[in-house]
């Protein structure tokens, strides 16, 4: 009996190895992350008032806007790495200080029939409600994707609520790409 156990055991340690070795074996996926560049558009005027139109939580490496209307004050990109694969795209929805809509505008290699976002409505876009989020949210997948933005022109009133995002990378944009090359690619 004890040889047969043997036999067994090394019968199922060499199945195994093999089955490792094989295509089937899963490689991992390949993961950047992105922190964000804020630009302030506008400020001291009527329509974006005041001199400070984004404000920092040092501590917890947030940034934070208000909402505005229609208005855009601040822009927040995210330049993510140019790949010829398939990529999943995670925005980071901090703890505080984030209680509105996020709404991203996708920039491409050649737009790829995704509007570019200076050819953007103001409140339109891919649109993530942060007030009962936080941690990681898809916000889409595709190839050649250059960068996502958007501004506190989301379409909410004038200083109703917060748009809160991660100042630090690994609190930004996660962008999860496939190992193997896409066939368009």
Same mark, same amino acid.
């Given at each position: ?50 001199? &400070? ?16 209307? &229609?208005?855009?004050? $601040?822009?927040?990109f995210y330049g993510v790495r140019n790949v010829a ?16 809509? $996020? ?25 993530? &409600? ?14 050649? $994707? $250059? ?8 379409g909410q009133a004038f200083k109703s609520k917060k ?14 790409? &496939? ?7």
């Amino acid at each position: 009996m004890r040889a047969r156990t043997v036999a067994v055991a090394a019968g199922m340690t060499l199945a195994a190895s093999l089955v490792g070795a094989g295509p089937a074996a899963a490689v991992p996926p390949t993961v950047y992350y992105t922190k964000p560049l804020v630009t302030v558009l506008e400020a001291g005027t009527t329509k974006c008032p005041g001199s &400070d139109q984004w404000f920092q939580d040092k501590a917890a490496n947030i940034g934070w806007t208000y909402t505005n209307g &229609d208005q855009a004050c $601040v822009e927040v990109f995210y330049g993510v790495r140019n790949v010829a694969k398939s990529c999943d795209f995670f925005f980071y929805v901090p703890d505080n200080h984030a209680t509105g809509i $996020v709404r991203f505008k996708i920039r491409t290699n050649a737009g790829f029939g995704r509007p570019r976002t200076e050819d953007s409505a103001p409140g339109e876009g891919i649109g993530v &409600d942060e007030k009962p989020r936080t941690g990681w949210w898809y916000i889409g997948s595709g190839t050649k $994707v $250059v960068g996502f933005s958007f501004t506190d022109a989301n379409g909410q009133a004038f200083k109703s609520k917060k748009i809160g995002w991660g100042t630090d990378a690994q609190h930004g944009v996660k962008q999860v790409c &496939d190992t193997k090359p896409n066939s368009l690619g």
